[in-house]
């Protein structure tokens, strides 16, 4: 049982380059989210899905797209990277109200 | 919207030492964690406890929901408690139950 997992750790993007960030959790849980983790400003929802094949916007969504074609998987995807994205982003996933969070992913965007 | 304070903001502790971590909120919640940031950046979850009282080894929390804080105890404090504990709420089920953050406790314990 790995919980949430998130793929990759590290990432250094340039400048209007593209990525995906994929959480993956094998707890069958119908919610996930993503966040983001700047200093001073804690952690920030961007996207969430509350089951497989729907999403919604969060706090701070532009910028980000995101899909969960599958329930065990919520992808976030940069398709044009800006240095405002460089942060830690994480996952999470819930069954209720309790939330449990992956490892993390550091994006530095030069 | 709801809001969050934790304090203190930072704390130093010499091992062995007890500590008080408080979590203030500005409305009532359907949802109270407390998780500890490692100093690698990972985010460990402590309790899920909106109201009442819990404990895990040295670690306790307490939410008195109907006065809006939760406290969390550390006793007997080691080095590998060090990092940030943050407390965060979820207030409704408006954008998924998102969990809103509050700005953490640095917590630094020397040997």
């Not at chain 2, 953050?101 to 040997?111: H, M």
Request: net charge neutral; proline share 5%; glycine share 10%.
């Amino acid at each position: 049982n790995a919980g949430v997992t998130q793929t990759p750790k590290f990432r250094v993007l340039k400048t209007g380059q593209s990525m995906t960030l994929l959480c993956a959790q094998d707890m069958n849980h119908e919610y996930m989210y993503w966040y983001r983790q700047d200093p001073g400003m804690g952690l920030r929802l961007i996207h969430y899905s509350v089951g497989e094949g729907t999403t919604a916007k969060g706090e701070v969504p532009d910028g980000y797209n995101v899909s969960r074609l599958k329930k065990q998987n919520f992808l976030l995807g940069l398709e044009s990277a800006a240095p405002s994205q460089t942060s830690v982003y994480f996952c999470a996933s819930s069954y209720g109200w309790e939330q449990y969070f992956g490892p993390g992913t550091r994006l530095t965007v030069t | 919207g709801i809001q969050v304070e934790q304090s203190p903001p930072d704390l130093i502790l010499q091992e062995g030492a007890n500590s008080t971590l408080r979590c203030n909120f500005s409305d009532s919640v359907n949802n109270l964690q407390w998780f500890h940031q490692n100093p690698w950046g990972q985010l460990i979850n402590l309790f899920y406890i909106p109201s009442g009282t819990k404990q895990n080894g040295r670690l306790s929390a307490t939410t008195v929901a109907t006065e809006r804080y939760s406290l969390l105890y550390i006793s007997s404090s080691q080095t590998t408690d060090s990092g940030v504990y943050f407390c965060a709420v979820g207030h409704s089920y408006n954008q998924g139950g998102k969990l809103i953050f509050g700005q953490g406790t640095e917590l630094s314990v020397k040997p």
